[in-house]
């Protein structure tokens, strides 16, 4: 474990939660890049340890808030950001401390509802305690999706058409706090997101394809990403990396939209090269308004 | 293969097409309890040959539309019924019929856009040719959902508020021609149905529990399923039975809720005591106005 890092400016540094996957390390090197300080505090068994290393860290565990609030407060962080995967935990597997044992009427009325009332109910949690949660996206807009292709493909009319389609199936589930993500193959929507997430659907695809319970051929179709309307965008913005380039490749569709802005990109060259190597378009698109 | 049926009476012997499952037969017993004479028209290698013995019948095959046209009018049928599970063939393993290629450029039309626009297309096409396409719930009205519980165990609040909550996703989606299902947990939207199925659906939801990515206990949430705002329901009226019961109970589900008069209910004794030996509820609910 680092200990508690010298104030080097004025500003405090930043604090990131970190769960699973690059998007943590992503964020923390473009903060670090724009001047500023950083302190991880990577969750035990989600936080990959050697990229941990490369920063000043302090290792949390899940359950035990009022051990991050300590360890917080002792490198004078005032600003939190949290990111990456989390897949949710089994209750069983989590040892609480006194802090989070206080608190759990108030997670447990969080735990109601979909995701949007969860996330919002921890940041309002975490502003009591003094610390204010910034969206990934408002430390680093640099990660966010930019509008237009990314790789070499582009969408066609099909394409266009499909990703229309998609877009008002996303608004239309945007108040049901539901998924992010839909599947739409030649105006007809094969999968829309909820709890499973979205390589989840894309494998689900890939496999109705194979019993050919899918009418379209392969190479048509779009996965439609978009942030549900009035997401709380601290917490839970959807991202895109190389593996969903992958899983859009084996799902046989033809390309990947996403709204720009509205999603993180997590490795960019490698999801380029990706694109380029299936063939499949990736690209940034204006959002319907709601 | 059965002898053309002998004209018993004034009217014309009901047309049923019979894809798989134990639906078709349901329905042609209720019509012939009803006093009225069937030919059943059962697609080779979709419908049960034992069930299918028990009726005058005539064998016909995917992707021959000619033969069940001249078929139909030896038998004088003026009137017919689809029913049973098909699932989209894939065309490779079709031989089509002269008839059929020369309806390709019209059924080509049919199979862009979701499963209304497919069944409302070969409805119009059966009429061009003299034949009048019905509902089953049409022609045995009491093989539908009726309202209130089959079996004993009945609803809470919770599941009411569930329940009401499935009813708007499903009122959300059902302009884009999607699934009739979805599935809600303590007021959590768990999974919508597309192109997968209702039966595809719950399993997904009894492997994410296994995975602890559902944050509601087992014996909490809703399967709902409604008829789609505007569908054809000549042709798709969901269906529900005793495999949808068991797959509500691996889901972990309370309980499944239909639209009284907007599905189908295949064998209801079995259901009814598989519900009972699973402790879970089964319920025709009034649907939301459009």
Redesign the interface.
């Known amino acids: 474990m680092s200990g508690p890092v010298a104030a080097q400016s004025t500003e405090p540094p930043l604090a990131i939660v970190c769960g699973g996957g690059a998007l943590p390390f992503a964020v923390a090197d473009a903060v670090v890049h724009r001047g500023r300080r950083v302190v991880l505090f990577p969750i035990k068994s989600w936080a990959d340890p050697r990229s941990v290393e490369r920063f000043p860290h302090r290792w949390i565990v899940l359950g035990q808030v009022g051990r991050f609030l300590r360890l917080a407060e002792q490198e004078g962080c005032r600003d939190v950001v949290m990111i990456g995967a989390v ?4 209750l069983l597997g989590i040892r609480l401390d006194w802090a989070t044992i206080r608190m759990l009427p108030r997670i447990a009325r969080m ?4 995701d949007d009332h969860l996330l919002s109910g921890l940041a309002g949690m975490l502003e009591d305690h003094g610390l204010r949660l910034w969206g990934a996206h408002e430390v680093a807009p640099e990660i966010l999706m930019p509008e237009g292709p990314i790789g070499r493909r582009q969408p066609n009319t099909r394409d266009a058409t499909d990703m229309a ?1 998609g877009l ?2 996303l608004a ?2 945007g ?4 998924g992010q993500a839909v ?1 739409v193959a ?7 997101e ?4 979205t390589d ?1 659907m894309l494998a ?2 890939a496999e ?1 394809r194979r ?5 379209t051929p392969a190479g048509v179709g779009v996965l439609v990403k978009a942030p549900k309307p009035g997401q709380d965008r601290r917490l839970d913005l959807p991202s895109i990396g190389p593996l969903t380039v992958a899983g859009v490749a084996q799902a046989g569709l033809a390309g990947l939209a996403v709204v720009a802005g509205g999603a993180i990109v997590a490795e960019p060259q490698r999801l380029a090269s990706e694109a380029d190597r299936h063939n499949v378009f990736v690209v940034g698109i204006r959002g319907t308004e709601p």
Chains 1, 2 share one sequence.
């Open positions: 897949l949710r935990p089994s735990f109601r509802g979909g389609r008002a199936v239309a589930t108040p049901f706090d539901i599947v030649d105006n007809h929507v094969l999968a829309i909820a709890a499973e997430g989840n689900r695809i109705l019993q050919h319970r899918v009418r």
